[in-house]
């Protein structure tokens, strides 16, 4: 038989951590709350017949958030056959608020006490034994990360699947609360009988949705109930449940833990948020760690190790692959077209973007350590205090730093977001940041147009373009399209970890394998399309000024003419980044790579394409590269922006919005640019 076992818990409890240790899957793990935002099912590595499932973290059964209520819904609604609830060990008062309400759906749990390591670092003693009594339920204490415990974290868990073991029923209401859920029970008569005890207590605690599933009938029956419950409870049910609640919670950590330091103790963490999170160094600490990220990425050596790797990489795939597969090609005798296309168009297309993939990589590990040691959620925090004043939540900010990695996760991200105009507003802005595929757009035009100059300046400057873009456009949509009130930001700051190299390696390797993935696939196919539409029309092979799509990019090109790029190749370049941003680059290497030879393009330095000077200057390059920034994201961002949204209007509105705010700044880019340069 087959069985289900659910991981609920709180925000990083630690949850996708267990979830990736006992399933072997590689699910994004970060460090700060609302890191998974949608249910993920695995297999037990141990026991096939086991499904496990993942969900995103909740603070209670009475869900505020989208993604909060995926969680809730599975756990009440689809019933897994048990329940194993991560506890953060090291704020055991604030979970077990969530665990006294999965103890109330009577579905089969086990406790699963995380972080058991850096309780032991403080030096706290928790009663196992004590505490599992209290609650009426195993409790087993385990270290996700290193996957202490887990076996039997799994014999327990299994156990009580099979067993079907409900947990015992608490005994932590007054009597009037008490006698209250009994009525309302008893009048829930048609509900089964294991839902009864939650859905007369989520009654009580006047939620909308069990109230609202209720017959007319029953409804006004149970309102009674709850009206006279209200006169002996202060007025508020819900607010006397919550207080018992936590009564009962602070009489159980009094008497199952033992903290070595009771009262206030400073830890690291809080010392070095003095000084990140201060008032007044800590924007300029972010400008400056985000630079040092870049420089490590792109900078001179000796910290420039991505432009080191690149240069390995390059100096391979331009001289011993391209020699070795162009003299093999001569001497099977290749026709010239065939040795055209692998030569021109392939290779020179893949080169392109397979140049930039030790820079990517090294980004991303370099995002990856920033993510997992908890220092983004403290940008974000940081992010909320100045603008909240200009009506935007901090919250935005998870998505936005999230989308320097790839667009689609981070308008997932936006899920967490509370209501749907901060939600809808988030993910029209989101796009604007610059996601990994765009890198290799800068890159190229960094070594083609600007060699002698400060390259990692020119690249981080558009990165922080695309992040002013999306703050300001934020802004206006806040005070024009998106009026009213910003949602409270409400997220609990993350202890700073140190992440383990596994996790970062996890990440990174994600990431590129997605682009090793793309570059195989799509951006393959796209180059060999690009390379046929530019060499032939409908006479044959043709040169490429004559080509289908020459004709083609002429057609449209007229609308970026006023941006300073309005010739038939750029034009092109743009079109095919819609189908994935690396593609400009690909594309750009088939129709400037071809004309020269392939020793001095290397000579030149690592990904530079020289017939690109003749079309672009230094600031028209600028603007190119500003507008493929902020325009339209690829199409499967586009995707992910219908799923989210859930309206197609709503996603041709924001891909209009970002179309205009690309042209226009663009416009601004060049027309600026050249007064002053
Ligand atoms: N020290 C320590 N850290 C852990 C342990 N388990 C998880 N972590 C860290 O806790 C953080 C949160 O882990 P996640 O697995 O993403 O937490 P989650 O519960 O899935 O979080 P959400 O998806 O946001 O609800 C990460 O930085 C993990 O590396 C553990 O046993 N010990
Ligand atoms: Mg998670």
């Known amino acids: 038989m087959n069985y289900s076992i659910a991981l609920a818990g709180n925000p990083n409890s630690g949850k996708t951590t267990l979830f990736n240790e006992l399933t072997g899957s590689k699910q994004h793990v970060g460090n700060w709350p609302g890191v998974t935002v949608d249910k993920k099912e695995g297999t037990y590595r141990k026991n096939k017949e086991i499904t496990i499932l993942d969900l995103p973290g909740t603070y209670s059964l009475s869900p505020y958030s989208a993604e909060e209520i995926v969680a809730r819904d599975y756990i009440v609604k689809e019933k897994p056959h048990a329940v194993i609830n991560i506890v953060d060990a090291t704020s055991i008062e604030r979970n077990l608020y969530l665990t006294l309400q999965i103890l109330e759906t009577q579905i089969p749990t086990v406790i699963a006490l995380n972080m058991m390591d850096e309780v032991e670092a403080r030096g706290d003693i928790i009663d196992i034994n004590k505490l599992s009594k209290l609650l009426g339920v195993k409790v087993v204490p385990i270290v996700a990360r290193s996957g202490r415990g887990l076996k039997e974290l799994m014999e327990v868990a299994v156990d009580v699947a099979k067993a079907a073991k409900k947990p015992e029923v608490l005994d932590l209401f007054d009597d009037n609360i008490s006698s209250a859920v009994s009525k309302i029970e008893e009048l829930l008569d048609d509900a089964k009988a294991e839902e009864r005890l939650w859905k007369a207590i989520k009654i009580l605690e006047g939620d909308e949705i069990v109230t609202n599933s209720l017959s007319e009938p029953v409804k006004v029956s149970a309102e009674k109930v709850v009206k006279e419950a209200e006169k002996h409870a202060d007025g508020d049910t819900e607010a006397k449940i919550a207080d018992l609640r936590y009564q009962f919670i602070s009489k159980t950590v009094k008497v199952a833990v033992k903290k070595k330091n009771t009262g206030h103790v400073e830890t690291t963490s809080d010392k070095l948020d003095k000084i990140l999170t201060n008032r007044i160094l800590a924007i300029p600490l972010f400008a400056g760690i985000m630079y040092l990220i870049f420089a490590i990425t792109f900078g001179e050596s000796p910290i420039g190790v991505g432009v080191w790797l690149q240069t390995i990489v390059t100096d391979f795939w331009d001289g011993p692959l391209t020699t070795a597969i162009e003299e093999f090609l001569v001497n099977a005798g290749a026709a010239d077209w065939a040795l055209s296309l692998v030569i021109d168009g392939i290779l020179a297309g893949l080169g392109g973007i397979i140049s930039f993939l030790p820079q990517i990589l090294v980004l991303f590990l370099l995002l990856s350590f920033m993510e997992d040691s908890g220092y983004m959620a403290r940008v974000a925090f940081v992010m909320d205090r100045i603008f909240r004043r200009f009506g935007l939540s901090g919250k935005s900010f998870i998505p936005l730093l999230m989308g320097f990695g790839c667009s689609v996760p981070a308008l997932m991200a936006s899920r967490t977001l509370e209501n749907e105009k901060d939600r809808r507003l988030t993910m029209m802005i989101t796009p604007f940041m610059s996601c990994g595929a765009k890198l290799p757009i800068y890159l190229m035009f960094a070594a083609t147009l600007f060699p002698n100059d400060n390259q990692t300046l020119v690249v981080y400057s558009i990165y922080f373009l695309g992040l002013a873009v999306a703050i300001l456009s934020g802004i206006i949509l806040s005070k024009t399209l998106f009026k009213g009130d910003i949602s409270n930001f409400i997220m609990e700051l993350p202890q700073y970890r140190i992440p383990t190299l596994r996790s970062v390696l996890i990440h990174a390797w994600d990431k590129l394998k997605g682009f090793a993935i793309k570059a195989g696939t799509v951006i393959f196919a796209s180059t060999v399309l690009i390379w046929l539409l530019s060499n032939f029309n409908f006479s044959g092979m043709v040169d490429m000024e004559d080509s289908f799509l020459a004709s083609i990019g002429n057609t449209f090109a007229f609308i970026f003419a006023p941006l300073g790029f309005g010739n038939w190749r750029a034009t092109v370049g743009t079109f095919t980044g819609f189908i994935a941003k690396e593609n400009i680059v690909s594309t750009f290497g088939v129709l400037f790579g071809a004309s020269e030879d392939v020793a001095t393009a290397a000579a030149e330095g690592a990904g530079a394409l020289p017939g690109v000077t003749e079309i672009f200057t ?44 690309a042209w226009v700044v663009a416009f601004l880019v060049y027309n600026i640019g050249n007064l002053i340069f």
């Open 618 to 661: 230094k600031v028209s390059a600028y603007s190119y590269m500003a507008f493929n920034l902020l325009c339209m994201p690829c199409f499967a961002a586009v995707g992910a922006i219908r799923r989210e949204m859930g309206s197609l209007k709503w996603t041709l509105r924001t891909v209009g919005f970002q179309m205009l705010t």
